[in-house]
């Protein structure tokens, strides 16, 4: 299975699929807007409007698998070590850390989840928080959350 950075094509795909609530290839502005309103983000549409255009190379006003990948996975360049990927891990570390704390915990990280329609129980968000728990805090800090979207 190939990887970039550390993830999948299967884990990107599925990725994509929660963005493709409709099931046609490709993600509209609606969908994008609905996925960051389930994330809790109030994006407005202007901004959906510029993240479709950073994200949308071809401009025909969709996100295709491709192009996807090609952002989530941090671009073309092989190069950026363990800088690839950064930003865009940081603002889905945001995105979790509701509190702004710089820490997730397993009930931001549950919200988060029933939010995209995840059927998992708090408890379950505890044991995947204890699994990358490095420092035994309870909660999930930028650092363990950068190696938690690393594994292979």
Known sequence: MAKK????VDD??????KFDKNGDGKI?????KNVMSALG????NEEIKRIMEEIDKNGDGHID???FALFF??????????QCGTKELKDAFDLYDADKNGLISASE???VLKGLGEKCTLSDCRRMIKSVDVDGDGSVNFEEFKKMMSRD
Do not use: M, W, Y
């Open 28 to 32: 509209s502005c609606a969908e994008l």
């Open 41 to 44: 983000s109030e994006t407005s």
């Open 65 to 67: 698998p491709r192009e």
């Open 5 to 8: 950075n550390g993830k999948s």
């Open 73 to 82: 996975c941090g671009g073309e360049s092989d190069g950026g070590g363990d």
């Open 109 to 111: 990280l549950h919200s």
């Open 12 to 17: 990107v795909q599925k990725i994509f699929e």
